[in-house]
């Protein structure tokens, strides 16, 4: 069975500051996709990565970057200098190759001051 | 390219009356996805469509909930009859095979 844990239910950090949201999963597939998505309070999932799991590379993209850690089982999203606009909640979510479930994690609810 | 439609964006029902969503994926998806997403929560995946064809609906309350993907495009979502725990957000999602799911902007159930 999957299943997706974020550990961090609420993070609220001061404008600039840097954060990590953290994802640890569970999976008997030796072949999957790691995901982020962003939901603002407008509501709309928005994709923000992908990541396979014969591929941990880091990725950078601005200031957002995300961790893949195979040995650990975790996914993690950093964003550097925080911005009020970054205010959402993130759900990382893990998918099975092929036509596999989807499963998301609870989110994390993040809150940048000014 | 537009996106994933969904109607109605707010729906108010009395438990035990039928209601019904509906989903217009991205052009192209072969996949389409329909979540239940409770005030806190993760979407809860309820059913998964290849095509016209079911891939996962082990999460979908069938003696309530049935949904259909007629000729592989358009979906519905059908819940009959709603009990008040079926407050929900519901979302449809569209993918290509199972990479990146783009999400349409949900319908809001209130079962009073």
């Known amino acids: 069975a999957q299943k997706v844990t974020q550990a961090q239910t609420e993070i609220s950090v001061v404008e600039k500051e840097d954060v990590t949201l953290d994802c640890v999963y569970e999976?008997?597939?030796?072949?999957?996709?790691l995901f982020w998505y962003k939901q603002p309070p407008s509501g709309e999932l928005v994709f923000l990565i992908r990541?396979?799991?014969?591929?941990?590379q880091n990725e950078i993209s601005g200031r957002y970057s995300w961790n893949f850690q195979k040995s650990t089982s975790s996914f993690n999203f950093t964003i550097t200098a925080s911005q009020v606009v970054d205010s959402a909640v993130y759900f990382c979510?893990?998918?099975?190759?092929?036509?596999?479930?989807?499963?998301f994690g609870d989110g994390t609810t993040l809150t940048v001051k000014p | 390219e537009a996106g994933v439609a969904q109607s109605p964006r707010y729906k108010i029902i009395e438990k035990r009356q039928s209601v019904a969503f509906w989903c217009n994926p991205i052009?192209?998806?072969?996949?389409l996805y329909w979540y239940q997403q409770i005030l806190g929560q993760g979407p809860k995946l309820l059913i998964q469509?290849?095509?016209?064809?079911?891939?996962?609906d082990s999460q979908l309350p069938k003696d309530r909930f049935s949904a259909e993907r007629l000729k592989g495009v358009d979906s519905t979502l059908k819940i009959q009859p709603a009990k008040l725990e079926d407050s929900a957000v519901y979302l449809c999602?569209?993918?290509?095979?199972?990479?990146?799911?783009?999400f349409g902007p949900g319908t809001r159930l209130t079962v009073t």
């Open positions: 469509f290849q095509n016209n064809g079911v891939v996962d």
């Open positions: 052009s192209g998806h072969a996949t």
């Open positions: 999976t008997r597939d030796t072949t999957y996709y």
């Open positions: 990541r396979n799991s014969f591929d941990e």
């Open positions: 999602a569209s993918s290509l095979l199972t990479y990146e799911q783009y």
């Open positions: 979510a893990l998918s099975e190759a092929g036509a596999g479930k989807s499963t």
